[in-house]
């Protein structure tokens, strides 16, 4: 699995004391970066060939602003054009959350999705993580 | 169900020129204001009683700043001690996104979950969604 | 002026259980849509003529989730490719807030700031804030 | 001075395909976490001593979301309850913004401003940016 340092900023709190549910989203969004590279090396936004198309998160136990987060990214399922990217999140040695996020290769001109080449898919599936077959 | 209507804000979007999909937990965490005052008519933050365990959304179409979105908010199954709300998101016409958050009657003082009380029970079951049966 | 009415969001609050310094800058943005409006009907990205160069913002009394705060929007001094926007958040009857953004009529194909024409110059004098001749 | 090292997240850029302005404040915020230290050094959000008075930053040059930015952070003038925090953000090898915000400390449950004891202003003294005598 890929592993992405995050350091919780203070805007991701919320006035319950405790990190934001809407900040996970954008923590994995980030986690995605070795994912967004295995498509589109340069990460250049104007050529951007993926887009998001689900986003599951279970949030498991509370988590702190002043203590680093590890996001571990791994892919799941893969199919013709969408494929799954999953998520764990750890805080303090303890898990916070899980996500499964589904891309979609993309053509942003022709608004329409595209078949994931086979050198994607062989590499993609490097990553895969065992437990979703 | 209840409607809310959002102005997106300029940075929700992302420099993929549409709006950003770690924006649509935070459209819909508002859109459920109403849910939470038959919680919690004070809204006050000291004493708040829910925390979300789960949040599912896929995301229908690419979505833009310059229009407002509607957000359409009802209430699917009801447990013990949580609860499903069931929300979409149309603009233009369009539906772009639909959601699901899985929230937890909640004591934070004790870090535990709680029975929802009958007369919350049944104010949420009138805002159920007939699909969600 | 111009007002626009912001529903504070939960996630724009943050754990001191307030809405974070940083929500300011995102709500005053917002605010200044008439202004883009002057310079760029369509408001399409692709073809935005304006880049911000100077936010400055005082932060008058702490603000909360639960009540609206109403931007107030005028124009400040006009330069030849810059001008100032003024602009103040209201919450429950208080000011809560005071900024001032400085924006540059800006060509982003070649990276460099454009005059302002006189026919804008004119419609902006038109919401000059009297305090700031 | 000190430094700290923001990885910029995909959300923090807007649809102009750029770092958004509305960031900065959120990546100084952070960049200040050593400055809160010195006040607090739990980081305890329940008993947080300083609240903010003002923020200026000037935006001096556009930023992208695929590099990192580093943030330097030294203390300007100190006053009997105010203090400024001078900062610096940079990006491949160009200076990209430049802040200063007035901190107060503060008694959040008396809502007023508190003297800076002698100690934490020498440990402030200590953090001087030269050029804000």
């Known amino acids: 699995m890929f592993t992405l340092d995050i350091q919780p900023r203070f805007s991701d709190t919320d006035a319950l004391g405790h990190i934001s549910n809407t900040s996970l989203p954008v923590w994995f969004e980030q986690g995605r970066t070795p994912i967004f590279r295995i ?26 602003w002043h203590m680093p987060v590890e996001i571990r990214t791994g892919v799941g399922n893969i199919g013709n054009s969408s494929f799954q990217v999953v998520q764990e999140a750890w805080q303090n040695g303890k898990q916070i959350a899980r996500g499964v996020a589904t891309l979609i290769h993309f053509d942003y001109e022709n608004e329409k999705s595209v078949s994931i080449p086979e050198a994607i898919k062989a590499e993609l599936a490097e990553h895969k993580v065992k437990d979703t077959a």
Chains 1, 2, 3, 4 share one sequence.
């Open 39 to 64: 498509f589109h090396p340069s990460l250049d936004v104007k050529t951007w060939p993926l887009i998001i198309a689900r986003l599951e998160i279970d949030l498991l136990a509370q988590s702190y």
